[in-house]
């Protein structure tokens, strides 16, 4: 197994970024086999969605509904309403795993894989690729 860590950048407002680029260029060369993705944060999940159509706002739109950014929660440390920010990764689990066939992502046409991270208050991510030959 061949595994990397990378460091994406979410800044200081809730962030869906797209890692599909970093993820194709780690399996670029490779065969067939899988592609584990891990966030190894206690506040920030694996999606695979559509982007630049509105859906990286509809999530949030979801989630807020789900999860409001208010003081019901219990843990209560950092900015006001981060105790949502902990149960994110029950909805979004922090991992993926995808096949890859002959050093490509078998994504779908329109599927990217993204970071989502609500943390307001950590701004710098640490994701792992690590990729398990056939």
Known sequence: MRSEVITVETGSAP?????SAEAHAFVAGETDGL??????????GVAIIETGSGSESDLWRALDDLLPADDRWRHRHGSPGHGRDHLLPALL???ATLPV????????????LCLVD?????????VRFSFLPA
């Open 101 to 112: 066939v002959a050093g490509r992502i078998m994504l779908g046409t329109w599927q990217s």
């Open 35 to 44: 592609l584990h993705v891990f966030v190894p944060h206690a506040t920030a």
């Open 118 to 126: 609500p943390n307001t208050d950590n701004p710098t991510r640490q």
């Open 15 to 19: 962030a869906v970024r797209d890692i």
């Open 93 to 95: 689990a922090p991992y």
